[in-house]
């Protein structure tokens, strides 16, 4: 796997979200120019829903999966701080997490390890309450450590916690593109429409995607948007787009026990091949083409490109 760069520290903000001054400039100064494929703009999907319980991470898991099978250099990025679980999915047994980022035990480069296929993996940590307390200059300094990582990558999927708490909320602002999982339970659906409330209103997210889990016909999960996106339609001011479903499949059940992503682990299962046309749409949305104005992941890419155009 391609090491991230050395001279990462010499950019940025610490993970208060403080400016931090390069300890030695000459490091910086003398750095090999960025390749094109590290300051290429990078497409990050946000992966969030209102409750637990409804496959969120499964989801992430499989599209990211799926995005390195089409061709796609894909980072999975886990931020459910106190719960993560994206590396006991896949087998992993990291070094570093996030917490120890935050602690200051390492650089969050460290934390980067290979998983399946080529799939590059962030990992969170579970049972670390206060992990779960940060400080929202805290979850903004997360997202602008993620401008120093010179790691060749063109797509991000951000695993988040479930619910409205001030670092789902940062993380899907600061995503190009949120994908709300929902499946058929009543409170999910109105967990999901909370979801979206906060994040157009608190945070100016205008567009989201929807993608039925666990369901058992093709048309109960386009109900399910549908009871969405109607109330959605009603009361706030945000796109809504239907990105498909997912069946309820034992394949994908027996995949978890194998900590494996079903894409892989039984690549023609219903489920691993409606991932796979989920990744397909993923990669026909259009590329950034440049900052908007708030928070982002790898803002310098989105920079960089547009300052070398002009």
Not at 22 to 44: I, N
Not at 101 to 128: M, N
Not at 163 to 178: H, M, N, P, R
Request: include cysteine.
């Amino acid at each position: 796997m391609p090491s991230p760069d050395p001279n990462a520290s010499c950019l940025g903000h610490d993970m208060n979200g403080h400016d931090t001054p390069a300890a030695d400039p000459a490091p910086c100064a003398e750095a090999a120019p960025a390749t094109p494929a590290s300051v290429a703009p990078v497409r990050v999907i946000a992966v969030a829903s209102g409750k637990g319980g409804v496959g969120k991470t499964s989801v992430s898991v499989n599209l990211a999966m799926s995005l390195v099978m089409a061709g796609r250099r894909t980072l999975l990025l886990d931020t459910d701080l106190g719960l993560a679980n994206v590396d006991v999915m896949l087998g992993l047994s990291p070094r570093f997490t996030l917490a120890d980022v935050i602690a200051g035990r390492c650089e969050l480069a460290d934390t980067i390890i290979e998983g399946p296929g080529g799939l590059w993996v962030v990992p969170a940590a579970s049972g670390k309450r206060h992990m779960t307390e940060l400080t929202p200059a805290q979850h903004v300094g997360l997202v602008h450590a993620f401008s120093q990582l010179d790691l060749p990558i063109d797509t991000m999927v951000v695993d988040n916690a479930a619910g409205i708490a001030d670092g789902v909320l940062t993380f899907c602002q600061a995503a190009q593109d949120v994908i709300i999982v929902v499946c058929d339970e009543p409170a999910s659906v109105t967990d999901a429409y909370a979801l979206v409330k906060v994040l157009s209103r608190e945070r100016g997210v205008t567009r989201v995607q929807v993608l039925a889990n666990q369901v058992g016909s093709p048309q109960e999960g386009r109900h399910l948007f549908e009871k969405l996106e109607r109330v959605s339609a009603r009361f706030l001011d945000v796109t809504m787009s239907y990105l498909g479903a997912i069946p309820r499949d034992e394949w994908l059940r027996r995949a978890v026990q194998r900590q494996e992503a079903v894409v892989e682990a039984f690549p023609s299962s219903p489920s691993a091949l409606a991932f796979r046309d989920v990744a397909r749409r993923a990669s026909q949305w259009q590329v950034p083409q440049g900052p908007r104005g708030h928070v982002e992941f790898f803002l310098e890419r989105l920079v960089t490109p547009a300052r070398s155009a002009a």
